[in-house]
């Protein structure tokens, strides 16, 4: 059975891309996970940000020619065994727009606090789904949008290590 991770951002030009791109290309991702994208206020169309296709490159990651940016809907939501947003305000949208996700929905961060050092023998979904801890600014990601290629590295970067520990958390890397 194939699972579905979706990543949720504010314009998905940015956060959200990345993290779809880089866990698509992640090294041992297994074939039981896929990986989609969107954002809560989206600039449907738009490529991804230049600063960051640059990022990603150095990840061995083309952007040209890929999608452009969605809009989340409900279809995105119905296909999710897991909702990973950048910000407690992302988290919130999707909660408030598809109360069904509420339990399936938090931030890339708080998964990979959870999934840092899980029990033995925890399965990663659900340690995820059944965090009822309250958010606080911590959890969030700031947005680098236009604050230059560097700012881009950096939160490429950062997404790329929390990815390392939230795929092995759930299981998504051999």
Do not use: K
């Amino acid at each position: 059975m194939t699972r579905h991770l979706l990543f949720v951002c504010h314009a998905n030009i940015v956060r959200s891309r990345a993290a779809e791109l880089l866990a698509r290309d992640y090294d041992g991702v297994n074939g039981d996970w896929e990986f989609d994208s969107a954002g809560v206020h989206a600039l449907t169309g738009h490529p991804v940000d230049t600063d960051m296709g640059q990022a990603l490159a150095a990840y061995g990651i083309d952007t040209a020619g890929s999608r452009g940016a969605r809009q989340i809907d409900g279809d995105h939501i119905d296909a999710a065994d897991l909702i990973l947003t950048f910000e407690r305000a992302h988290r919130d949208f999707v909660v408030r727009n598809f109360p069904v996700a509420a339990r399936r929905t938090l931030t890339l961060r708080r998964a990979a606090q959870l999934l840092e050092n899980p029990p033995r023998r925890a399965e990663g979904v659900s340690l995820c789904v059944n965090d009822d801890r309250a958010y606080t600014e911590a959890d969030d990601f700031a947005d680098p949008v236009g604050l230059g290629p560097a700012a881009a590295v950096a939160a490429a970067a950062e997404i790329h290590q929390l990815l390392a520990v939230t795929l092995r958390g759930i299981g998504a890397i051999r």
